[in-house]
């Protein structure tokens, strides 16, 4: 069993609340989010499997932990990719529960982390990227597995995307923290045509060493690549070469990956 406890802490460090428990842990902040204000999540074990919320608007996702999580409350300009609903009020319900066997082998989308911010985040999946549009969060490469699929239009929740400032160079990572064994990925392209373009080809690179060239259509539905099962700690998405069309701004919703741990 491991000891699970989520806190509150302000700015200068102090903690507004706290709650423990063995395998799980609930905590209710009967308060408003100050600016400088940060969730922290600490276990008594490392590299872990939870289903962690950090808020009741965004709901909970699985995923892996191999040290202290510290989520900042996103504030101003990095809010509007989130719902409204979410962080707002004075009353917020936070939870988190280490996941079952299961759970854990059961397979699923692995790439999805409602919970991904920037930087060293000890909570995989995370996704990076060499460029994100202006840098504002609204083109953020988390937003491309927060499972927010909507992509008829750009930039507020949910129409948050991951933008690549017109950079024909740009990539995004995917990294699991940890081994997984993957045999499929899916890629919702923006669609707010015709404001969009869309890519016609993009390539997959594998922490195995291999890579795939992808053909793309131009669609706002999932597209799927099967492949026989990898053994992988990450994916890139690179090479991405546009449609020769009048807009600049391909763009991708969501990208997902399926398999087992």
Known sequence: MATLSLKIQNREGKTLCV?????????????????GDCIILETSEKNIHIFLQVDDAMG????????TI?????FGEKRISYSPKAFSGNRHYLHVRMARTDEVSAYRNL????NDQHGDTHCYPHASANVETRGEAVFAARN?????????????????S????RNPDAELLLDFGREVEA?????TLRADFPHDSWWTQVTLEFSDGTEMEWKLRKSGLPQELSFEKKTI???KLCKLKKAEDESPFPALTQIEVYGRN
């Not at 709650?19 to 600016?35: I, K, P, R």
């Not at 790439?111 to 409602?114: E, F, H, R, S």
């Not at 991951?162 to 400032?165: A, V």
């Open 19 to 35: 709650s423990s428990g063995e395998d799980f842990a609930s905590l209710v902040y009967a308060a408003e989010y100050q600016e």
């Open 60 to 67: 909970h996702s699985l995923c892996y932990m191999t040290d």
């Open 70 to 74: 510290r989520y900042m409350i996103p």
């Open 111 to 114: 790439a999805l982390n409602v």
């Open 144 to 160: 491309a597995i927060d499972g927010v699929c909507e992509n008829r239009s750009h930039g507020e929740w949910p129409y948050e």
């Open 162 to 165: 991951w933008g690549i400032n």
């Open 183 to 187: 045999d499929k990925v899916a890629l």
């Open 233 to 235: 700690s990450w994916v």
